[in-house]
T-cell receptor, first 113, second 113 residues
């Protein structure tokens, strides 16, 4: 199957700082990428859908000014958590769509102190 | 609103046993259904994709079936191995323009040696 990478795999930061997470489709071009958040022992919660070259579509309840998404190319999307706070600590997973199938990255564990 | 339910929430079996994981969805107007595997602290690995027009898909020891009219899918794992231990997630893609995958909460499988 297609490969999606994420960087970093984990990050620890101080409250108030911003953190950027990169998501790349390594062997295919993805016009659509997705960002999910997963709490312990819970399923994935879709945060936003991003299309290359256009603004992301955020799910209800997700602050777009807090979670900035940029999909600048067909192989790269970034999620920036601005002014992170401890409640933003979570596991963030990106996904890229190739035809009818969705492939997921390995996830990024964010811990905000 | 599409809802996806997975039963059981957890399952523990001895090595070598054949097993079935269940997934049900409330709206039969789906585009496709995907089964994923998630290991602790990791992203999702796509196992099988079934299009709405298909009845089943097979990959190695895995077989997934789809009965769209009744809103059900099953994942059959033959001759289970300890390495199959993981959480298995079912997700449906809705028809009608939305590209979202709606996830179930997963079944946590433990295969005991």
């Amino acid at each position: 199957g297609a490969v999606v990478s994420q960087h970093p795999s984990w990050v620890i930061c101080k409250s108030g700082t911003s953190v950027k997470i990169e998501c790349r489709s390594l062997d295919f071009q993805a016009t659509t990428m997705f960002w999910y958040r997963q709490f312990p022992k819970q399923s994935l919660m879709l945060m936003a859908t991003s299309n290359e070259g256009s603004k992301a579509t955020y799910e209800q309840g997700v602050e777009k000014d807090k979670f900035l998404i940029n999909h600048a190319s067909l192989t790269l999307s970034t999620l920036t958590v601005t002014s992170a706070h401890p409640e933003d600590s979570s596991f963030y997973i990106c996904s890229a769509r190739s035809f009818d199938e969705q492939f997921f990255g390995p996830g990024t564990r964010l811990t905000v102190l | 609103k599409q809802e996806v339910t997975q039963i059981p929430a957890a399952l523990s079996v001895p090595e070598g046993e054949n097993l079935v994981l269940n997934c049900s969805f409330t709206d039969s107007a789906i585009y496709n259904l995907q089964w994923f595997r998630q290991d602790p602290g990791k992203g999702l690995t796509s196992l099988l994709l079934i299009q709405s027009s298909q009845r089943e898909q097979t990959s190695g020891r895995l077989n997934a079936s789809l009965d769209k009219s009744s809103g059900r899918s099953t994942l059959y794992i033959a001759a289970s191995q300890p390495g199959d231990s993981a959480t298995y997630l079912c997700a449906v893609r809705i028809w009608g323009g939305s590209e979202k995958l709606v996830f179930g909460k997963g079944t946590k499988l433990t295969v005991n040696p």
